[in-house]
């Protein structure tokens, strides 16, 4: 007779990581189908197409690196990395921006650092960062959101021509009439305008602010559903929402002429995105919980600067690039005081 | 619990009239409603103080130090047991147990043992004889053999796989889990990290179970105990909720024994340095002394040759007293004055080769030289007085011979007295003061030999 003779324990609830990226994935799904609605096909079309990208990709180094490509490719972690690049991006870029993004993504920022769990930064904010660096044009040159304007019912761009749009580029006229620009975009180069003054000549906030809101709203219930399936911890999400809450409460109660309220800060932009999807990425992020409020904390800190004050429109990537950085070091000085201990250990090995 | 809540108290009144303890508590999970209800029967009309407390089922809640901070709130130091902060923990089986030895003058010869598994036709109870074979007790619960492939001896968290089922039951056997494949697969393979901590959020000691993972998988110790590596109760929390499915318990022991092997090396290196320099100190210090009496005697000898050179012409007889209780040694004083004349001749080399190359301090090798010369002679004349005082002492015997005999065996005695002491002591302090006062016995029995021998070769 022979027994089996393993280690305890010798029960596991059955998680795994393919489980944790679907759950994921799954609590994308409101904000995609909100992104669908406001900004037309491309957003399904740049998902699509971004997770094939990441698919071959990850598939390719795998090989290249020698590794079990089919047990990697399932757990599923390059196809949400893809996907939160693809909801990222404009979803009217053309196709090779996101074939470099994706690229970036998974071989650079992820690969070539040694494969899922080893990489310091957030590979869809590295990829980000790249692209919005090398092309200023293609990242900023967002959707006009669709609205419903009286008489001609909703408007959405058809989805052959979206298709056309990414993959041929060639018809900038047809193009050019979809975009404008972002509400943070209009806040930003608003000249030498007051908000208030911004706020009624500017066409994407005073009609288009809506579809933005929605979309912020639908990010924020896919949240929740992770939140509640306990797949992330409410302590980055909510350190960072405060701190930018917080940031721009301040700067908004002294001076409500040239800074935004907190409601705009947290329900434009990729605020919502970043909060339950971004920074919650378990690998580049604090691994504590403490250090999670610390470093959600610096992220909302950090974007508020950078929207107020910095060169681009939106600093999620940024901010969650340098936070990424700080993350061991967090870490190491937010430990948890263990049981049987008077206080919390600081630092690393050498006391 | 169910069948034996009297038991259990009677057992309860023992230890606490052992103790005298300000409050008893008995936390029971809140999944067995029956063992409440038993225990809360006997318990009407109970003088001692004793609460039933509810805990939540939520693993690992009946480790010691978990349940004592569930029930008190109190957290039991690291390092530490929970006697020092004035808690003890008992089981209730201990309590029954303690209950049947001293009313039933039982001893501990039997044990309840749970038989479970899906392997087995009918899991239930057993009171079973220390010793039993597991296989007896499976045999008992209708055991399926084709469908049991891991035999566990505890829970399903920290159990102990064992080998075959001829393992007997012992005192901490409280169950025994014939589990079929369906019911524990074989664990898939690991994966990646992906720094999820959710075992960080599961961990009942606080601990970093994931950086205590990189650590013990990088061999960076140090950072491991740092961690509060030793503090983990291997409950098997982190690696149960893992995605990555990472044993990580066994990270854990590797870790740990690791850590224990460097440290009784440590030890071991430790305590073989220590008697090294113990025995460099005890070789350092008898040359010391050997040189010390040498030299004792070589001044002796000098001053006797001084005495009897004044005394001249006299009769013989007054020169030879002082020589014979200098008892010179004729084969040290000849050593002397060998080395003299080494150290002489390496001194003129030196001096010869510095000149010759025109060095700095050739009036200091000047001086040593003709010092040593100085030396030398008074060496040599101490060594032919020596050899004369010989000569003429070769009839006077020293008088006290017979009592330096008793001397030299007493103290031969002690020495034999204290080492076999030395043998016999364990504690590390007692050791050090004894090894000390062998030393010191030594030293005085080898004097006294080495001056018994002098006196019988005088």
Redesign the interface.
């Known amino acids: 007779?022979s027994?089996?003779?393993?280690?305890?324990?010798?029960?596991?609830?059955g998680?795994?990581?393919a489980?944790?990226m679907r759950l994921v994935m799954l609590a994308m799904l409101p904000g995609i189908v909100a992104m669908t609605l406001f900004f037309g096909w491309g957003t399904l079309i740049q998902i699509v197409w971004a997770a094939l990208l990441a698919l071959g990709f990850e598939a390719a180094i795998l090989k290249l690196r020698q590794r079990p490509v089919l047990?990697s490719l399932k757990?599923g972690?390059a196809l949400v990395s893809a996907l939160l690049l693809a909801v990222a991006i404009p979803p009217f870029a053309p196709w090779w921006l996101t074939l470099v993004g994706i690229f970036v993504a998974i071989v650079l920022s992820k690969h070539l650092y040694g494969?899922?769990?080893?990489n310091p930064f957030n590979p869809a904010m590295v990829a980000y960062a790249l692209l919005l660096i090398s092309f200023p044009v293609e990242m900023t040159r967002w959707t006009s959101p669709f609205v419903l304007s009286e008489g001609e019912g909703w408007q959405v761009a058809p989805f052959l021509d979206t298709v056309k749009a990414i993959f041929t580029a060639s018809d900038t006229r047809w193009y050019d009439s979809f975009t404008g620009a972002t509400p943070l975009d209009a806040l930003r180069h608003r000249g030498g305008l007051t908000t208030e003054e911004v706020w009624r000549q500017s066409n994407v906030l005073s009609q288009g602010i809506g579809a933005w809101h929605a979309v912020s709203a639908a990010w924020l219930m896919g949240g929740i559903f992770l939140l509640y399936r306990?797949v992330i911890?409410w302590h980055a999400p909510a350190a960072m929402l405060l701190a930018l809450g917080l940031c721009a409460s301040m700067f908004f109660g002294f001076d409500p002429d040239n800074y935004a309220d907190p409601f705009f800060h947290l329900s434009t932009g990729a605020t919502m995105l970043a909060a339950f999807f971004i920074i919650t990425d378990?690998?580049s992020?604090a691994?504590?919980?403490r250090g999670r409020v610390v470093f959600g904390a610096g992220i909302g800190v950090l974007i508020f600067i950078i929207r107020t004050w910095g060169n681009y429109p939106d600093g999620v990537a940024f901010a969650v690039l340098l936070l990424n950085l700080a993350a061991p070091f967090i870490?190491l000085y937010t430990?948890?005081?263990?049981?049987?201990?008077?206080s919390a250990?600081r630092?690393?090995?050498?006391? | 619990m169910r069948e034996r809540a009297a038991e259990i108290l009677s057992g309860i009144r023992i230890i606490s009239h052992l103790l005298r303890p300000s409050h008893i508590m008995i936390g029971i999970e809140d999944n067995k409603p029956q063992a409440i209800h038993a225990l809360q029967q006997v318990l009407t009309g109970c003088e001692l103080n004793i609460d039933i407390r509810v805990v939540p089922t939520k693993y690992p809640s009946g480790g010691e130090?978990q349940l004592i901070?569930l029930l008190t709130g109190l957290?039991?130091?690291?390092?530490?047991i929970p006697a020092d902060i004035g808690i003890v923990c008992q089981n209730v089986g201990t309590a029954a147990a303690i209950h049947r030895a001293v009313h039933l003058g039982e001893p501990l010869i039997s044990r309840i043992v749970t038989v479970t598994g899906d392997a087995v036709a009918q899991p239930q109870n057993f009171d079973a004889l220390i010793g039993t074979p597991f296989a007896d007790l499976l045999a008992a619960a209708r055991l399926h053999?084709e469908r049991?492939?891991?035999?566990?001896m505890?829970g399903?968290?920290?159990?102990?796989?064992?080998?075959?089922?001829q393992i007997p039951v012992i005192k901490t056997t409280n169950c025994i889990?014939a589990?079929s494949e369906q019911e524990?697969p074989?664990?898939?393979?690991e994966?990646?990290?992906?720094?999820?901590?959710?075992c960080?959020?599961v961990c009942?000691?606080?601990?970093?179970p994931?950086?205590l993972y990189w650590?013990a998988k990088g061999r960076?110790f140090?950072?491991?105990?740092?961690?509060?590596l030793f503090?983990c109760i291997?409950?098997?929390?982190c690696?149960?909720?893992?995605?990555?499915?990472i044993?990580l318990?066994?990270y854990y022991?590797f870790a740990k024994s690791e850590i224990r092997t460097e440290e009784a090396e440590q030890r071991k290196a430790d305590h073989a340095r220590r008697r090294f320099e113990a025995r460099q100190a005890r070789l350092e210090r008898e040359r010391a002394e050997k040189e010390a009496r040498r030299k004792a005697r070589a001044e002796e000898a000098a001053l006797a040759q001084q005495a009897r050179r004044s005394s001249d012409g006299e009769e013989p007889k007054s020169g030879a007293a002082p020589a014979a209780t200098a008892a010179p040694d004729l084969k040290q004083l000849k050593t002397a004055a060998a080395v003299a004349r080494t150290k002489l001749k390496k001194a003129r080399d030196g001096l010869k080769n510095a000149q010759e190359k025109k060095l700095d301090g050739i009036d200091a090798l000047q001086a040593t030289v003709t010092e040593l010369e100085q030396k030398s002679q008074a060496a040599q004349r101490a060594l032919e007085a020596a050899e004369q005082a010989e000569a003429a002492s070769a009839g006077e015997k020293g008088v006290d011979l017979k009592q330096l005999k008793i001397d030299a065996a007493m103290a031969r005695a002690t020495v034999t007295k204290l080492e076999r002491a030395l043998a016999n002591t364990e504690d590390e302090q007692g050791r050090r003061e004894l090894e000390a006062e062998l030393v010191a016995a030594r030293n005085q029995s080898d004097t006294l030999q080495q001056r018994l021998r002098e006196h019988s070769s005088a």
């Open positions: 007779m027994l089996i003779r393993v280690s305890s324990p010798h029960l596991h609830k998680n795994s990581v489980k944790v047990c757990d972690s494969g899922l769990g080893q306990k911890t378990p690998v992020s691994t504590g919980n870490d430990q948890p005081r263990s049981y049987g201990h008077r250990r630092g690393g090995g050498n006391p | 130090r901070q957290e039991v130091p690291s390092g530490h053999q049991l492939s891991r035999l566990l505890g399903p968290m920290m159990g102990v796989a064992v080998a075959h089922e889990l589990a524990m074989l664990p898939p393979a994966q990646p990290c992906i720094r999820c901590a959710m960080e959020q009942p000691a606080t601990l970093l994931q950086q650590f960076e140090d950072k491991a105990r740092h961690h509060n503090d291997e409950c098997g929390a690696a149960y909720v893992c995605p990555s499915h044993p318990v066994q022991r």
